[in-house]
């Protein structure tokens, strides 16, 4: 049960769905239903191991109550960093052997609030992580001076080494902190769900399936072969990608794991590939998504321009104890120890003054050429160095940025149109309403675990990297793409598309905390939100099983039909919508949302800025529309009188295979934020301490850019106890205000009916008009994208016809005039013709000779003779001696 | 009349063996007659033969073919014997086809 076991296991979980991905793609069709088992058990193998991997972790870095603590958000690791940012150890704390002496002092200093036995076990569990350091000089022995926290350091290294050029690593290497732990655990948890609820959801595919959605030119449905195996096959894939995207240790992997997650994605929207709607779904996603990986590719060019690395954390490649100058990984390189503050590196600043390193290396040369030496690559480098550090290229000038900081943010912003693409933020989110083409499973799994889940991992994952003006436009984005899509999700009728919008905006919300600073709160949040939006998805896909349409308004009064549908989407209703009884108890998104809404409210008190009055309000307000349009959605499905008689009557309760996994998950929806051990003494274990634990080194404190004022509070700030009353209480009555106002909105127009969507409509046609037609984004990249390359593409095509052909056509022409040219003087003429004139000098001479065949014996004797004699004219004439071999 | 007189040696053999064969090829020349055509394959034969033996007899010359001489004479012997049994066939068949043996009546296989 050692750490190092968790590079291994994780390993293994990753490759499991893959191993599964292959044996269905080989055994194809002959599996028929085993296809399931065989993707039920990589997954589930793969939520073993995961689980086994959180098991190890939280043996050696156990989470602690650190003593503070307000009612709800008593993250047990809030209090100590306010004082100072040496607590974080290093990515390579465990190889470089010094960390442990640090870790030590920490706990001297830090305050002591445990109780005896827990301190026990904690300081056991750091002896054990030390231990592979070697011995460490000031280990603490009593258990007074026990760590104040436990927190692992990131588990950095690689597997394999796929080759060297020049500074350039590019390995197969993991990157493992609490994030990636809970991440696996999210996803395969998850994902075990849905691939069980997809063998009942996906049964059909079974036998040969008629699509009634697609009619053949002959006016009856598609008839095809069932794709049962098919649909796992791509699901394992999907996890493969996925959990391999969590394991990264280089961007480099990330980005080919993110394009996998991509691929599949466009497999499974357009799984039932015969319908128009589902690849143009499939092409659109994938299309839109290429549209942020360019600004990645960029953004990954800057960063390996000014780093010369893909690594995340530093890994010691050549296994010598120490990290050296190339070993570092981008996170030591632009947050180096100790202090972890925000560094230009040298690469970035020698990138930007490209023009006086040039003249300062042509100086130099010029010197040592005078007295006849040559200087290497090392010494010019260090050389740069050096007079980089004298000349201050790397401090800030007064008020300027210091040199090469806009690489940082080329990167960054780079990087973020990545997640933009995947998470679907404006302004690239259109594809993802447009994915609910795809089977139900998927889109539960699309929309909770993987895809999108991708987008917000990589900024949490890449948070050190982010300069305050990259956090401003990550800010800026989730704001406009949660008020957006929650406002458009209020008119869809569609019962997935609502959840689709849902799912964008509560995307928004992370991306938005991230942004404001609130790094644990989001990634909470993307946690909690996997699970009840996976949830609600799969619950829908129940009531689609049931009814076979999305209509919204063919359901209704489906509550009494099917019970267990009915009241866990209740439950997840409850979660997205925050309800909670204030301070004391709440659905899991109360408090990955009270978090966000938390930050966001420091960062409004400390910025009298519009921007931060923006932040907060939108969120409010976000929060308040969620909860109106999700309990739209409940009521219009399963209260009041159906409004379809016929489908109402048709409609049953899904089978076992597909309920169970969804009381799973409502549990897990309820209470995934909980504290489970909160009577053990001095226990911290929560999701929020866990993920703190991850909290990357020097992202807390508060931030200031150069090009912006804006001032980003550390996020531990709202949870100190003094701020209780001047945070935590205002915000959250006014989260669970808005959130209950939003409930009883819903009600009073879809349960209660005293007030009539209809009149509403009509009295706010253009409004309506303008939700319903989802700010009309389609229309306008239709106008500034779609036709105006349709217009290029239609000029290029004329371009290729009227020119291009016409030089095709006359290089064609022309070497067919020149073959008919060769064929008739050379083949035909030379080739031939000798050909034919020996035939002819052969012919003439047998003619000739036939006329010596006269028939009459006698002549032949003469014949015999005459040659004969000739014979022996010619041997007499030249016999010699050599030639009868004698002397 | 001293060569008369002079001892036989190869030559004079080569000589009687030139003039049977020549003889025998005029004979295949000119006689129209099958068996005189015959005959002079015949004299052809032998006329080879006389050769063979000459050069295979031990007592008229000291590099001698030994008997390989007179068993390559022996075989052409043979070989004679049975070319005449088919000739004669051969012959036979001429007559029931042409009523004659005039081999110059039958120049059907003139090209």
């Known amino acids: ?887 | 009349m001293a060569g008369l007189l002079a001892t036989i040696t190869v030559s004079h053999y080569l000589a009687v063996g030139a003039f049977f064969f020549v003889t025998g090829v005029l004979c295949m020349a000119t006689k129209r007659n099958a068996l005189g055509v015959l005959m002079g394959i015949e004299l052809v034969l032998n006329g080879a033969n006389l050769n063979f033996i000459a050069f295979g007899s031990q007592y008229l010359r000291e590099e001698t073919l030994g008997l390989d001489g007179q068993l390559i004479a022996l075989f052409v012997i043979i070989l004679a014997a049975a070319e005449a049994a088919v000739a004669l066939a051969i012959a036979l068949s001429f007559y029931n086809a042409h009523s004659t043996i005039d081999v110059d009546q039958g120049d059907e296989l003139k090209g």
């Open chain 1, 1 to 887: 049960m050692d750490t190092s076991l968790l590079p291994i296991l994780l390993g293994l979980a990753v490759l499991l769905p893959l191993g599964s991905f292959w044996v269905i793609l080989l055994a194809g069709n002959r599996l028929g239903k085993q296809a399931a088992t065989v993707a039920v058990g990589a997954i589930v193998g793969a939520g073993v191991l995961s689980f086994w991997s959180l098991a190890i972790w939280l043996v050696h870095y156990y989470p602690t109550e650190s003593g503070h603590g307000t009612e709800h958000h008593d993250g047990g690791l809030e209090h100590g960093h306010s004082d100072s940012d040496g607590h974080s150890p290093e990515p390579h704390a465990l190889r470089s052997g010094h960390a442990p002496a640090r870790a030590a002092a920490d706990g001297v200093s830090g305050p002591d609030t445990l109780t005896a036995d827990l301190t026990q076990l904690v300081s056991l569990a750091t002896d054990d992580a030390h231990g592979v350091a070697g011995p460490s000089p000031a280990e603490p022995t009593d258990g007074e001076s026990a760590p104040q926290e436990a927190r692992g350091p990131p588990f950095a290294g690689d597997y394999y080494t796929l080759g060297l050029f020049g500074r350039m690593r590019l390995t197969i290497g993991y990157y493992i902190d609490t994030l990636t732990v809970l991440m696996f655990c999210m996803v395969t948890l998850i994902a075990s769900c849905i691939h069980f609820y997809a063998i009942g959801y996906m049964h059909e595919e079974l036998h040969d399936v008629t699509d009634h959605e697609v009619t053949l030119s002959s006016g009856r449905h598609l008839t095809r072969p069932g794709r049962f195996h098919r649909f796992f096959q791509y699901l394992s894939l999907f996890c493969f990608s996925m959990l391999g995207l969590v394991l990264a240790g280089n961007i480099a992997m990330v980005f080919v794991f993110w394009e996998l997650v991509g691929i599949c994605s466009y497999f499974l929207i357009g799984f039932y590939i015969e319908r128009k709607s589902a690849t143009n779904a499939a092409n659109k996603a994938f299309i839109v998504n290429r549209v942020g990986d360019f600004g990645m590719i960029i953004g990954l060019m800057a960063l390996w321009t000014g780093l010369g690395t893909f690594s995340f954390g530093s890994v010691d490649a050549n296994s010598n104890g120490t990290i050296e100058a190339d070993e570092q990984g981008m996170f030591e390189l632009v947050r180096p120890g100790p202090d972890h503050h925000y560094r230009v590196p040298l690469g970035m600043a020698l990138a930007e003054s490209r023009k006086e390193v040039a003249t300062l290396v042509q100086s130099w040369n010029a010197e040592a050429a005078r007295s006849g030496k040559r200087l290497d690559k090392e010494e010019l480098h260090q050389r740069l160095a050096r007079h980089a550090e004298q000349a201050g290229w790397l401090e800030p000038q007064g008020d300027k940025a210091p040199r090469g900081y806009w690489w940082l943010i080329i990167g960054g912003v780079g990087i973020f149109c990545g997640c933009v693409g995947k998470s679907a933020q404006f302004p690239l989110h259109v594809w993802l309403p447009d994915a609910m083409e795809g089977p139900t499973p998927v889109s539960a799994l699309v929309h909770s675990a993987t895809m999108v889940a991708a987008g917000v991992y990589l900024v949490g994952r890449f948070y050190p990297m982010f300069t305050p003006e990259v956090l401003w436009v990550i800010a800026v984005v989730g704001c406009i793409t949660l008020f957006m899509a929650a406002t458009i999700a209020i008119t869809a009728t569609d019962i997935k598309r609502v959840l689709a919008y849902s799912t964008i905006s509560q995307l928004g919300y992370m991306m938005l905390s991230l942004g404001v600073g609130g790094w644990a709160a989001g990634l909470m949040h993307l946690v909690t939100h996997a699970f009840f939006k996976s949830l609600l998805f799969m619950c829908s896909g129940s009531v689609i099983h049931a009814v076979h349409t999305n209509d919204m308004m063919e359901m209704g009064g489906l509550r009494k039909k099917m019970p267990y549908t009915a009241y866990t989407m209740l439950v997840g209703c409850l979660a997205i919508a925050g309800v909670s009884i204030p301070f004391v108890v709440g659905f899991s998104g109360y408090y990955s949302k009270d978090r966000i809404l938390e930050q966001a409210f420091v960062f409004m008190q400390q910025n009298h800025s519009v921007w931060g009055a923006l932040f907060f309000y939108a969120a409010l307000g976000g929060a308040a529309i969620t909860a109106f349009y999700m309990f739209r959605l409940w009521f219009l499905t399963f209260a009041g009188k159906p409004r379809n008689q016929h489908r109402y009557d048709h409609a049953h309760e899904s089978p076992k295979v597909m309920y169970v996994p969804l009381i799973i998950l409502a549990v897990f929806a309820t209470g995934v934020a909980w504290k489970p051990f909160s009577w053990l003494p001095g226990s911290g274990l929560h999701l929020a301490a866990l993920l703190e634990q991850a909290r990357p080194a020097g992202v807390h404190g508060d931030l200031t850019g150069y090009w912006t004022r804006l001032v980003w509070p550390d996020e531990h700030f709202a949870h100190a106890p003094e701020q209780f009353y001047s945070v935590v209480v205002p915000v959250t009555l006014l989260a669970t205000g808005t959130a209950l106002s939003g409930i009883s909105l819903a009600a009073v127009m879809y349960l209660w009916g005293w007030l009539s969507p209809g009149d509403v409509r009509r009295r706010f046609p253009r409004v309506y008009a303008f939700l319903w037609n989802k700010w009309y984004f389609d229309e306008l990249y239709g106008f500034l994208f779609v036709r105006p390359t349709l217009g290029v593409a239609r000029l290029v095509a004329l371009f290729d016809r009227r020119w291009i052909d016409w030089v095709v056509d006359g290089c064609a022409s022309l070497t067919r005039a020149f073959a008919n040219a060769w064929e008739k003087i050379v083949d035909r003429g030379v080739v031939d013709g000798l050909a034919n004139l020996f035939a002819g000098w052969v012919w003439s001479i047998g003619v000739w000779f036939h006329r010596l065949e006269t028939g009459r014996l006698r002549q032949y004797v003469l014949y015999l003779i005459v040659g004969f004699l000739a014979l022996f004219v010619l041997v007499s004439l030249f016999w010699s001696t050599t030639l009868a071999g004698g002397p």
